[in-house]
């Protein structure tokens, strides 16, 4: 792998770029560039040298062409949500950022296939295709403002990920600008394609393949009937019980999410959808198909809900009723500012079974460090975010973060689980790594990723534990641990 890029980005190589993204997209004021400095996981901040917004395939494959000429590492961006640091430009001193390359550029409704670039908004492709009955299915909460590209990169799932899957699930083929400027096209429109599932190998590369331009999607109808209910129960135990017993009865809902009482109170005092703010935890249930059988699958899920100890199950009586609940939920983080100054989102996944032991460890981590610890999570996939609320300029605090947030990703592990459900491991989650995988491991995925980058200059200091390298140690997040 490369070694890390110290010098300064050159005049000639900036003008080289100019020349190809023009004036417009360059930005090289440090104001301009300070917007880049993270991503949704604000412990590591870095402001890079430059920032480029190409709004087109061939501009990419220039600048990234020119890049490799000068020994420049890069680090892609789409809109900067990703939550474990993944475009944390150090200690890539250039950011290509494709938030520009929102282009639809085709739709094949016959076919159910999208091709779009990688800079369009996730939920900007089911509003096009709606109209046709079809929807994009993947839909992570931060879908209004995250890329196509962005999902490709980190394998994202959503809400309805529990029925249909994720990222991978829905992704037929993929345009790749390649670390030195080539663009590759893997994988097809077609159902069954020959050969390497290279594109099921590049989705969840966290930007260390090179720069995704553009992807082929597949579509879905549009269910015939949606019913949305919502469980209240007195204890987050209940809850998370009661998420085991609706699977274990052979009903596989299209979301199963569920929310504590420090996000309901947050989230009520923010959207006022009528959530009730005395009760340990909420469960928003979903469930389609055609029309005729909701009902009594309806019937069966409140019988569930309240022999495990509900309080109540409602069930949103319209359209209106229905979509508040969910934008409720999926504005869930934004509500969080109102608790404290800062929160850290932590990512982890439990055999769907364990998930009343590891909310109860994180309870015990959390008095133990002194900290409020909400939670709001894709709770059906036994997928957890815990979100960890602190002030980023109690240095103290922070370490007690730090470390309570290892320590709840250890705690998945030991229950069967892993380190990330969705959000990546980026820069955040470098070292936990090792708790899943061995140095064999590691070392073959270091080569798989040389066969798409062998001069390690796509996205560096990301996914692989580096000891000693520079962002190391460099990193204020690292220093406030040692
Ligand atoms: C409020 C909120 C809710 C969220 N909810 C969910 C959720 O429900 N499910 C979920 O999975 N995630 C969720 N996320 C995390 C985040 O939105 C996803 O990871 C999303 O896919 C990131 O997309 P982005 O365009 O913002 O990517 P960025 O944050 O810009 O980048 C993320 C990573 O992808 C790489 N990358 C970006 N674009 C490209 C590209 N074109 N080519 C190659 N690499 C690229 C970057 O280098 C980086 O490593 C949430 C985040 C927030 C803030």
Known sequence: MAAHYQASLSGVFRRRLRAIVGERGLLSARADRTVYECDGYTLERSVPELVVLPETTEQVAGVVRAAAQAGVPFV?????????????????????????????????????????EAGVVNAAVSRAVQAAGLQYVPDP?????????????????????????????????????????????????????????????????????????????RLEPLPEGVTTMLAVFETVADATTTVSRIIASGIVPAALEMMDRTIVEAVEAAYHFGFPTDAGAILIVEI??????????????????????????????????????????KRAFGAVGRLAPSYCTQDGVVPRTRLPEILARIEEIGARHRLRIGNVFHAGDGNIHPI????????????????????????????????????????????????????????????????????????????????????EQRAPRRQAAV
């Open 141 to 217: 909460s931060s879908q209004n403002a995250c890329t196509i590209g962005g999902n490709v990169a980190e394998n994202s799932g959503g809400p309805h990920t529990l029925k249909y899957g994720v990222t991978t699930n829905h992704l037929l083929g993929v345009e790749l600008v390649l670390p030195d400027g080539e663009v590759m096209e893997l994988g097809d429109a077609i159902e069954d394609t020959l050969g390497y599932d290279l594109t099921g190998v590049a989705c969840g590369s966290e930007g260390t393949f090179g720069i995704v331009t553009a992807a082929t999607l």
């Open 76 to 116: 892609p961006r789409g809109a900067g949500t990703g939550l474990s640091g993944g475009c944390l430009p150090a200690p890539a001193p250039l950011m290509v950022c494709v938030s520009r390359m929102r282009r639809i550029r085709a739709l094949n409704l016959a076919n159910r296939r999208a091709v779009v």
């Open 288 to 329: 389609d198909g055609p029309a005729a059988g909701l009902p009594a699958l309806a019937a069966r899920v409140t019988e569930i809900c309240r022999a495990s100890g509900a309080r109540s199950v409602r069930i949103a009586a319209d359209e209106a009723e229905r979509a508040a609940l969910w934008k409720s939920r």
């Open 388 to 471: 960890i609320l602190y002030d980023e300029r109690d240095r103290d605090q922070v370490v007690r973060v730090l470390e309570a947030g290892r320590e709840i990703l250890a705690a998945c592990v030991a229950l069967g689980g892993s380190v990330t459900g969705e959000h990546g491991i980026g820069v955040e989650k470098m070292r936990e790594l090792g708790l899943l995988f061995g140095g064999d491991d590691l070392a073959l995925m270091r080569r798989v990723r040389a066969v798409f980058d062998p001069a390690g200059r796509a996205n560096p200091g990301k996914i692989f534990p580096t000891p000693g390298g520079c962002v």
